[in-house]
């Protein structure tokens, strides 16, 4: 019989995360039956709860804006590499503003907490961090995503981005009996929606099945999730939810400092060598920051846990450009939270576009469609382009409500056979600017109504980010349309630099998801789908390796 000996499933090391005070107010330590305790009054979550969520909005980690200098100075990069990373650089110096979020879709607000087993608060705690995460959507220029279920099939927006996810633990670790550590995330759709769960088997352990597993489910994140991305891979799990939360965590880096050793009594560790092999992999896929080339992620975190013999679950997860996470503590000396960089120009080059890109081909929106579509023809895939004039932007409802009108023998609306379709829902517009944060949303989910809108004369040049299906490659080849891929990632600058003027057109009531006119200068994208069947995402997205068959993802 084995020795007793218990081990930590995830055993975190020190922190050396810099922390800013925000508050000591209300925060002290009292002395109970001749034991100390650390007294946290809700005032004090409330206010690290607005305080968080305010600067994973507008604020990003040195670290993660130092490995975007990096392409730029990178000689391997691809042109298309640097003019993302250029771009994404330029919005975060206009999200640190404060006004414009960095990405129009605020996410969903998600904190994980650890309290010490000497830690009194008046609770719900959650009742506390909920009000929080309430300020900060009401008071900032953020969008509201959450809907809420009236029924099987009947939703309604909650009007206040509630509920938040909240997992409140204990926190046992020797020393922490005075510390509550909580850890704040904003997770948008895109990223959100590549988080993938595959249940394997022990076959897959071994180095050629695993890279051949890799070549294939790594090429299926594609783009829309807004790369450079900064993925997780976790091998096993006590249970595929808790491999699928992990895979989460630690694309955010918060499982860093686990162990890079395993051992025979079960503690999860980080492998260092298979998170530089899979980053090799990935940059040799060419798939890139978005548009080819070197940077389809900016590293990789690799979590090995332990697993049920019978059972070999793989999660794999991302957090995006839009890398909004910060941890806090509070202790005796005061209520803090992680400092996220301030001034993010200092890590601009002094370059100019003519160093980051080939030519630019600028299309003048406000003619005949047949005009745009014409000079449109003339471009192979993979070319740069500027556009100014009129779009027209409807995602997903209103992609329903004109399919409704479709099916019902009514013809498409003239706004969708006159402008390109800009696929996107905005965030609030703050006072005296054109627009909030206005950045693509993912086009995929838009891919079933591309040939039936086409055929009726509308979507004939689309406007999103993300790779698209091959229907719609058939769609564009059969009806002579176009997708242009925007940078995915970049809303503040887009509002801020692109965008003129926004007024609703359509479905009022549908909120963000109303059909809004738009008019854009210099706004940029690439064609990826041309009306000749080229799909630029189309090798890319092929794995090397014959197919391995494996069970199917679960979002």
């Not at 079960?266 to 560790?269: P, T």
């Not at 990935?282 to 846990?305: E, M, P, S």
């Not at 006159?418 to 891919?447: C, I, L, Q, W």
């Given at each position: ?6 081990a ?19 925060v ?22 607005f305080?968080?969520?305010?600067d ?21 990069a691809?042109?298309n ?15 640190a503003?404060g ?21 009194l608060t ?20 953020l ?83 807004c790369p450079?991305y ?20 630690a ?14 009594y079960?503690?999860?560790?980080r ?10 992999q ?24 332990p ?23 509070i ?11 301030r ?18 081909v ?34 997903d ?11 019902q ?8 056979r ?30 079933s ?30 009806n ?62 092929r ?13």
């Open positions: 019989m084995a020795d007793f000996r218990y930590d499933l995830l055993p975190r090391g020190e922190s050396t995360t810099s922390y800013r005070l925000i508050t000591s107010d209300g002290e330590v009292i002395d109970l039956g001749g034991q100390q305790f650390l007294k946290v009054p809700q005032a004090a979550l409330r206010t690290l709860t305080e968080a969520m305010r994973i909005q507008h604020l990003l980690r040195p670290t993660h804006l130092q490995q975007l200098r990096n392409i730029l100075d990178d000689p391997e691809s042109p590499d640097r003019f993302v990373a250029m771009d994404l650089l330029r919005n975060a110096n206009i999200a503003g006004v414009l979020p960095m990405c129009q879709d605020t996410g969903t607000a998600i904190i994980s907490g650890k309290r010490g087993q000497r830690v008046e609770g719900p705690d959650e009742l506390a961090l909920s009000q929080g995460v309430y300020d900060a959507y009401q008071q900032l220029n969008r509201y995503s959450q809907m809420s279920p009236m029924g099987m099939w009947d939703e309604v927006n909650t009007g206040t981005n509630l509920p938040a996810q909240i997992e409140l633990y204990a926190d046992t670790k020797p020393g922490h009996e005075l510390q509550y550590e909580l850890f704040f995330m904003a997770k948008g759709g895109g990223s959100a929606n590549k988080s993938y769960l595959y249940q394997e088997t022990k076959a897959v352990l071994n180095p050629e099945r695993f890279r051949a597993f890799l070549d294939t489910s790594l090429r299926a994140l594609g783009t829309a999730a450079p900064h993925l997780a891979v976790v091998v096993g799990g006590t249970s595929a939810e808790f491999a699928l939360k992990t895979a989460k965590y694309s955010a880096r918060y499982y860093d400092s686990l162990p890079t050793e395993g051992g025979p079960g503690n999860g560790y492998d260092l060598d298979m998170e530089q092999a899979i980053l090799q990935t940059q040799d896929f060419g798939i890139g920051a978005q548009f080819g080339g070197k940077y389809f992620c900016h590293d990789v975190r690799v979590i090995r846990l697993r049920h013999g019978a059972s070999a679950p793989i999660a794999i997860a991302v957090s995006c450009s839009a890398d909004r996470q910060a941890l806090a503590k202790t005796p000396e005061g209520v803090f939270l992680e400092e996220l960089e001034d993010p120009a200092r890590f601009l080059p002094d370059v100019t576009d003519e160093h980051l890109d080939d030519d630019v600028r299309i003048d929106l406000d003619r005949p469609m047949a005009e745009v579509l014409n000079d449109l023809h003339r471009l192979p895939v993979k070319t740069r382009v500027s556009l100014t004039g009129t779009l027209v932007v409807a995602r409802i209103a992609h329903a409500r004109i399919k409704e009108l479709l099916d023998g009514k013809p498409m609306p003239e706004y969708m006159n402008h390109p379709v800009y696929y996107a829902g905005p965030a609030k517009t703050p006072e005296g600017y054109a627009s909030g944060s206005f950045g693509p949303t993912t086009a995929g989910r838009m891919d109504y591309v040939d039936q809108f086409q055929k009726a004369g509308g979507s004939m040049v689309m406007l999103a980010k993300g790779n698209r299906s091959a229907a719609v490659t058939k769609a564009c080849q059969d002579g349309g176009f997708y242009l891929g925007s940078i995915g990632g970049p809303a503040a600058r887009l509002a801020k630099d692109c965008i003129r003027k926004v007024e609703v057109l359509d479905f009022p009531e549908n909120g963000m998801e109303a059909v809004w006119r738009i008019e854009v200068e210099d706004f940029p994208a690439f064609v990826v789908v041309d009306d000749k069947g080229n799909d630029f995402f189309a090798e890319t997205m794995p090397i390796a014959t197919r391995i068959p494996v069970g199917p993802p679960a979002q």
